[in-house]
């Protein structure tokens, strides 16, 4: 995963901070909705409009999806099979 240096991160701290706060006071059933829209925008925004960048913004989010579940997702698991027994 390329994360980005740690001296790197101060300059997005404030923004997703605050975008964070905004994104969580919806309600819940509302809040993918919101969260697909940014993180639609943000992409849209980023990359132009060919083939090429629609396929490398489908990478990058197919890798975030990747990571999300490494990271997050799968130790989750794990705690939930060591309170509950496996399968």
């Given at each position: 995963?390329?994360?980005?240096?740690?001296?790197?991160?101060?300059?997005?701290?404030?923004?997703?901070?605050?975008?964070?706060?905004?994104?969580?006071?919806?309600?819940?059933?509302?809040?993918?909705?919101h969260?697909?829209?940014?993180?639609?925008?943000?992409?849209?925004?980023?990359?132009?409009?060919?083939?090429?960048?629609?396929?490398?913004?489908?990478?990058?989010?197919?890798?975030?999806?990747?990571?999300?579940?490494?990271?997050?997702?799968a130790?989750?698991?794990?705690?939930?099979?060591?309170?509950?027994?496996?399968?």
């Amino acid at each position: 995963m390329p994360y980005i240096v740690q001296e790197d991160r101060p300059q997005y701290e404030e923004v997703l901070d605050q975008l964070i706060t905004l994104l969580k006071s919806n309600p819940p059933e509302a809040i993918d909705g919101h969260l697909n829209y940014v993180v639609t925008r943000i992409i849209k925004g980023i990359y132009p409009l060919r083939y090429y960048h629609i396929n490398k913004a489908i990478g990058v989010l197919e890798c975030i999806k990747m990571e999300f579940y490494r990271r997050v997702a799968a130790p989750y698991e794990d705690t939930k099979i060591d309170q509950n027994g496996d399968v």
